[in-house]
């Protein structure tokens, strides 16, 4: 018997919180007294021009448009949501929809539009930052 080509397992979250830390949290973070969110905002939007992630997003889009892969902003969307997510490049997985518009489909190279770690890590440090009054962390 062969193994399955698709392993997509749906997991409980290991410790869901409890539902008035939940409303605890929201609360503290979109109050008017905490700016965590508008810092937090701030902050990823530098983070990604600085790293260029923003205009990776840009070229990304215009190769899906051009090639043809993508015909509606929809799809665009939904295709550079999933690779952002850290899905595999299209050119590593097998296969392929091979169509080219506009001579632009035989390079095999796509823009990387995966989510920067130090993006991702800013981000949880500031949310970190702003929950501390409200939450104690461990380790």
Aim: aromatic fraction near 2%.
């Amino acid at each position: 018997m062969s193994p399955p080509t698709s392993l997509a397992v749906s997991l409980p979250a290991p410790n869901p919180l409890p539902p008035f830390l939940l409303t605890t949290i929201n609360t503290h973070l979109l109050t008017q007294t905490t700016p965590a969110i508008t810092t937090l905002q701030t902050a990823l939007l530098h983070e990604c021009q600085a790293s260029g992630w923003l205009e990776a997003v840009r070229l990304r889009a215009r190769e899906l448009l051009r090639s043809g892969e993508c015909t509606s902003y929809e799809e665009v969307l939904g295709k550079i949501i999933a690779e952002a997510k850290g899905g595999k490049k299209e050119s590593e997985k097998e296969g392929g929809s091979g169509r080219s518009i506009n001579g632009n489909g035989g390079s095999g190279s796509k823009t990387d539009v995966r989510i920067p770690e130090l993006l991702v890590k800013e981000g949880v440090r500031i949310v970190r930052g702003a929950l501390e009054d409200v939450v104690d962390f461990e380790g």
